[in-house]
């Protein structure tokens, strides 16, 4: 009460901190393995550590308004019987914080916890969104190298289509000239038949005239 915490969200923790020229109260990560040792045990509840000696921390726990919820999704329209809303001077359970710090030191039997390293928890992290980072990246660039062959099998496809369509378009010219060469020597020889056959009535003509 007298360092301005709610005493019925705030919990007593002894510290076994070693002694001598190899004290980790001196490291600058003291705190930090502290506060990581802490949500290891408490399961990452919202809380604050504050020293109070050499051997005491108090570690008050936030108020975290729960509701009632099935599959993450509150429900709405409930009895206030199930809810329990707006009623006072209810007893309320201590935070479950508060419950994961008594199972290492209550009743006859207490379990010491081996102080964290945050140093340690910050480099798995870090080499943790590494890989995570690489592997996104790896699989982005296959997913562009499966879009790039994609696309070239898209364009390879294309311009072979537009080859055949082209090797078309040029046997149908090539066809069509043939045809007009065709049309053309026949005219010529028609016209040629002609010239002669109408030579041949004139030389047949003139001969009759000379018989005569």
Known sequence: VELGLPPERTVACVLEVPRGK??????????????????????????????????????????????????GKAIKGVSDVCTLTDEEALTQDLPLGAHLIDL????????????????????????????EREKQEKSEKAEREREAKINKAEREAKAKEEAAKKKQEEEEQR??????????????????????QEEGEKEKKRKQEEEE
């Open 175 to 196: 066809k069509m000239e043939e045809e007009e060469e065709k049309q053309r020597k026949k005219a010529a020889e028609q016209e040629e038949n002609e010239r002669k």
């Open 104 to 131: 290492y030191g209550a009743g006859r039997w207490k379990f010491t916890v081996p102080l964290l390293n945050s140093a340690k928890i910050a480099q798995e992290k870090a080499e943790k969104e590494k890989a």
């Open 22 to 71: 190899g004290n980790v109260r001196w490291s600058p990560r003291f705190m930090d393995d502290l506060q990581a040792t802490f949500e290891m045990i408490t399961c990452r509840e919202p809380f604050s550590v504050q020293l109070v000696g050499d051997n005491k921390a108090f570690v008050s726990f936030e108020l975290v308004q729960r509701s009632l919820t099935v599959g």
